[in-house]
């Protein structure tokens, strides 16, 4: 019965693999207090590439066990998620992004700019996130992976 009533096409994909990830291969070798934020991130969870990218990390995020600011797929989102992730995904451009991220104790930024291709219409371009998180003092690239750039909040 359920799926005689689910809307149909069903989006169908490759699981996510680890060995796919080498950023999340370094991240699971990290301590296990770290806390991470994966850019890009939007208040817009109920969009299917929203939905599809927080869906995968959440599976990933099973296998590397950090604490993680992104939750887009969740039965309860505060009122102020969207605000402040609108924010946060303005790192780089936005003072007070960096400020959210010490407030939330966050460690590490890790950039996927594959992800950010996929909101082409309303973000910054891929290159353009990268140059600004590389100029922004406060933050420390510290690895480059093929899935990710990781940055380390500076205290």
């Known amino acids: 019965i359920v799926a005689e009533l689910s809307a149909a096409p069903w989006p169908v994909g490759r699981a996510a693999e ?3 990830h080498p950023s999340m291969i370094w ?5 296990a207090d770290v806390v991470i934020v994966e850019l890009p991130i939007t208040g817009d969870v109920s969009s299917a590439v929203t939905q599809e990218i927080e869906g995968r990390r959440l599976l990933l995020s099973a296998m590397h066990l950090r604490r993680r600011v992104n939750g887009g797929i969740s039965p309860y989102i505060p009122a102020t998620y969207g605000d402040r992730v609108e924010v946060v995904n303005g790192l780089g451009v936005n003072p007070q992004a960096l400020a959210y991220l010490r407030d939330w104790d966050v460690d590490y930024v890790l950039f996927e700019p594959t992800d950010q291709l996929r909101y082409a219409e309303r973000m910054r371009s891929p290159a353009q996130v990268e140059s600004d998180l590389d100029a922004l003092d406060g933050l420390e690239r510290v690895e480059t ?10 205290r």
């Open 145 to 154: 992976f093929d899935d990710a750039i990781v940055y380390r909040v500076r």
């Open 18 to 20: 680890l060995d796919d």
């Open 27 to 31: 991240l699971n070798a990290q301590p």
